[in-house]
Structures are given as C-alpha cells and as structure tokens.
C-alpha cells in the first residue's frame, strides 16, 4: 500500500532554534497534506492543510508564523518549527491523501516525529 | 461541524474477552468514519472505515464497527482480545476520504492476561 514517510523521526533541539520536520508520498501523488500535533496522552490535532503549490489553510490558534508549512511538490511538505520553545515538544505527523483508481481519495498517515525541546 | 466523542478514556478487558470501544459522532453532513489504532511512539494504522453502503464494517486483526445513523454511533468491537490489541485507539469523522480528520480524544485499551 501507500506510504507516508517523515524524517527525522526524533528530534532534539535547543530552545530558540528552528526544526524542519519533512513529509514525504514515496509511491503516489498527494494533491494534500495535513500536519496533525498530539500532545502525551491526547488526540491528534489538526494544525494545518496543505495543498501543493499554495499557502497553507491554519486551523484557528495555530501561529501560521511560528509553524511554517511549504508543500512544494507533489510529494513533499515540510512543517518547519521556528524558533522553537520547550511547550512545542510533541508529536508531529503528516497525513496525505491519495486518489484512488476507482475513484475517490483516501489517506495515509505517516509514523510521526517526535520533537522535544530543551 | 464534525466532532467525534470517545466514551471511556480507559478500557481494561481479559485475554479472550469481547472487546468494546464506543464511539459517537456529530456530523452535518453524512459522514466518513474511521478507527484507528496507535501502538507506544508509532504513527497510526487503519483498522477500518465506513465511507457508504453496508453499516457494518469489517477491519484488520478481526475489528469490526457498526454505523447506527439513529444513534450517531460508530462502535468498535472485537469477540476475543488478544495481549496484541493492547494500543490506543481513535475514532475519527471526516467529511471525505480526503479531507481533514476530527479525532476523538481516544481510548487506551489494556488487555488483562
């Protein structure tokens, strides 16, 4: 089946730098992306939508200037992190949606990364 | 608007015993409806989803649910857990396959041996 890739899965940073997490479709075409966040024993929270080639549409209360989203091509988004502070450590998954050949989308979620901020 | 309600953030049951995770959903339009199941530091896997025709919904690793339009229910159940079903679960609404999701708060289940 499809596959959704992130990279770094993990990472560690120092408060007050920047953190570029990638979402990748290794085997289709995602027209959209969606940045989901979830915080220890929470739900997954809709951040942002991303389509390819225009801005990125914010949920409300999420800093569109602190988490920066650029789905520049049709396989790949980046949620870029800026100047990150320790209560933006969380999970961070991507999911993108793929058509299907009878018609249809559907959509594949990726493994997460985890963020943590010193 | 969709939103989706989980009853129960904690779920215990016995190896062997019938699995059941409840879910409710508001929708104002029909809607598409997902489980998904989240093991420790994982992403999440489908377990199964009703988008239209028959109610009940067969998944993967001998899931199923049922959509009750009247209840606005989406349960999730399983005759007998195994130690492997051990994870945390979400339900979630969509408007379509391809939109955004709206996820319960979700539910963890334990399996007792």
Known sequence: GAVVSQHPSWVICKSGTSVKIECR????????????????KQSLMLMATSNEGSKATYEQGVEKDKFLINHASLTL???????????DSSFY???AS?????????????PGTRLLVL | ????T????????????????????????????FWYVQYPNQGLQLLLKYTTGATLVKGINGFEAEFKKSETSFHLTKPSAHMSDAAEYF???????GNQFYFGTGTSLTVIP
């Open chain 1, 77 to 87: 988004s980046t949620l870029t992190v800026t100047s990150a502070h320790p209560e």
């Open chain 1, 93 to 95: 998954i991507c999911s």
């Open chain 1, 25 to 40: 479709s290794l085997d289709f075409q995602a027209t959209t992306m969606f940045w989901y966040r979830q915080f220890p």
């Open chain 2, 6 to 33: 989980q009853l129960g953030s904690h779920v215990s049951v016995s190896e062997g015993a019938l699995v059941l995770l409840r879910c409710n959903y508001s929708s104002s339009v029909p809607p598409y409806l």
């Open chain 2, 91 to 97: 339900c979630a609404v969509s408007v379509y396959t």
């Open chain 1, 98 to 110: 793929a058509l299907l050949r009878g018609g249809g989308e559907t959509q594949y979620f990726g």
């Open chain 2, 1 to 4: 608007a969709q939103s989706v």
